[in-house]
């Protein structure tokens, strides 16, 4: 004949309390672990990365009787993590330029990358669009702007990026970039190349 072992409720009380020790023990030390993070977090306070375009080329910018327009853009951005103790992941970036409020580039994606402390990067991109529909002013806007001998330009780039404080990585925050540049006109008219090697800050949002 087979023993019962049957366990007494004193028992039974035990083990839900020593089930209840440890589980608040564990939200214990994660609470203090984040509290830590984020004293961490509110010390640092990063500072927004900070963006500079360094060179811009047309090389073409023409719009057919149909308002349709054909460009090509050459640029370099210089990407600059101002922080001395957080990192920057760039997980998405993308960059387009417009003129007089209208897009005139497609979107250029370019490939994710880390920053570190204090570190620079100097980003290139080559913007085109292809029969890109434009306002009916845009010729007009364009040959005020060479008889000015002067044409202003927006860059803007906006993606997705996380700060990396040690071993801790931050959720994904949304950017945004603003550049302008002004670009003079050759003697080759609204068809050639323009180009503008000025330094120019930007202005970056997040």
């Known amino acids: 004949m087979s023993q019962i072992h049957a366990k007494s409720p004193q028992h039974c009380a035990n083990k839900n309390h020593l089930k209840i020790t440890k589980k608040k023990l564990f939200y214990t030390i994660l609470s203090s672990i984040l509290l830590i993070i984020l004293i961490f977090w509110l010390i640092l306070h990063p500072t927004n990365p900070q ?21 090509s853009i050459q640029l370099t951005l210089l990407s600059t993590n101002p922080n001395p103790r957080v990192g920057i992941y760039y997980d998405e970036m993308q960059v387009y330029a417009s003129y007089k409020a209208q897009q005139i580039t497609l979107h250029s994606y370019l490939a994710p990358f880390y920053q570190d402390h204090k570190g620079t990067d100097l980003l290139s991109a080559v913007l085109v669009a292809n029969d890109l529909p434009v306002a009916s002013s845009f010729n007009y ?23 990396k404080v040690g071993l801790w990585v931050s959720g994904k925050y949304r950017f945004s970039v603003s550049c302008v540049a002004v670009l003079v006109f050759g003697t080759s008219g609204p068809a050639g190349p323009l180009s503008s090697r000025q330094g120019t800050q930007c202005s970056t949002t997040i």
């Open 141 to 163: 806007d364009l040959g005020r702007d060479q008889m000015a001998g002067r044409l202003v330009l927006n860059v803007k780039a906006n993606g997705l990026l996380r700060w």
């Open 51 to 71: 963006f500079s375009l360094k060179q811009v080329d047309i090389n073409q910018l023409i719009v057919s009787p149909t308002h349709l327009l054909n460009s």
